[in-house]
C-alpha cells in the first residue's frame, strides 16, 4: 500500500463557501477513499471511487481521481459548520491502506 | 450493529505496566485493523488479520506490542511494559474484506495515556 498526501494541511473557509482538498499518491491503485475525522471520534468513510471512475458524487461531496496525474480531490459545497474536521485519503488496493495527515477544515460560522 | 465496540474508552497508567486493549468488530467483517494516532506520527496502522490470521505486522514499533485475533469477534492489542511514548489514541477498525470494497469502519478508540 501507499500513503497520501493531501493538501493543504489546513483549511479555513466561511459557511457556504465550497472547500477543495487535493490527494497525491505515488503508484497505481484498485481505488481511492476519502474519511473524514471530528475531534476525538474515529475516522467516518465518506466515499470511495474506483481507478476506473473519473469522477464520484455523494450529497454535498464531490470526489474526481485523475490516475494519469495520481491524484485525487474532494470538493464539499456550500460547507456547514459541522464539516469542520480533518479529512483523510486513503489510495489504496483490497486490503491494507495507509492515511496521510489530512486535511484539517475549519468551517466558520 | 452496535458497530466497532473498543474498550477500555480511556486508559491511564503507569510506565512499566501492562495495558491490555480490546476490539470486537462487526459481526461478518474478515479484515480488522489496529491503528495508533498521534500529533507527530498521525495515524499509524499497527497490524492487520485477515479472517483471524495476522496479515502485515510491520507497523508494529517493537516488541512490546503484541496483537491476537483468538475469533473473528474479538482481538486485543497489548502493550508490555508501556512507556510514556506508547501515549496515543489507539483505534481498531474492520472491513467486510470481500471483493474490491474495502471500506474501513473505526471504532471510537481507546486514549492511551502511560505516566
Known amino acids: 500500500s501507499q500513503q497520501g498526501e493531501e493538501d493543504p494541511q489546513a483549511l479555513s473557509i466561511q459557511e457556504g463557501e465550497n472547500a477543495t482538498m487535493n490527494c497525491s499518491y505515488k503508484t497505481s491503485i484498485n481505488n481511492l477513499q476519502w474519511y473524514r475525522q471530528n475531534s476525538g471520534r474515529g475516522l467516518v468513510h465518506l466515499i470511495l471511487i474506483r481507478s476506473n471512475e473519473r469522477e464520484k458524487h455523494s450529497g454535498r461531496l464531490r470526489v474526481t481521481l485523475d490516475t494519469s496525474k495520481k491524484s485525487s480531490s474532494l470538493l464539499i459545497t456550500a460547507s456547514r459548520a459541522a464539516d469542520t474536521a480533518s479529512y483523510f485519503c486513503?489510495?489504496?488496493?483490497?486490503?491494507?491502506?495507509?492515511f496521510g495527515t489530512g486535511t484539517k477544515l475549519q468551517v466558520i460560522p | 450493529d452496535a458497530g466497532v465496540i473498543q474498550s477500555p474508552r480511556h486508559e491511564v497508567t503507569e510506565m512499566g505496566q501492562e495495558v491490555t486493549l480490546r476490539c470486537k468488530p462487526i459481526?461478518?467483517?474478515?479484515?480488522l485493523f489496529w491503528y495508533r494516532q498521534t500529533m507527530m506520527r498521525g495515524l499509524e496502522l499497527l497490524i492487520y488479520?485477515?479472517?483471524?490470521?495476522?496479515?502485515?505486522d510491520s507497523g508494529m514499533p517493537e516488541d512490546r506490542f503484541s496483537a491476537k485475533m483468538p475469533n473473528a469477534s474479538f482481538s486485543t492489542l497489548k502493550i508490555q511494559p508501556s512507556e510514556p511514548r506508547d501515549s496515543a489514541v489507539y483505534f481498531c477498525?474492520?472491513?467486510?474484506?470481500?471483493?474490491?470494497?474495502?471500506?474501513?469502519?473505526f471504532g471510537p478508540g481507546t486514549r492511551l495515556t502511560v505516566l
Open positions: 477498525a474492520s472491513s467486510p474484506g470481500r471483493g474490491r470494497t474495502n471500506e474501513q469502519f
Open positions: 459481526s461478518g467483517h474478515n479484515s
Open positions: 488479520f485477515n479472517n483471524n490470521v495476522p496479515i502485515d
Open positions: 486513503a489510495p489504496g488496493g483490497y486490503q491494507k491502506v495507509t
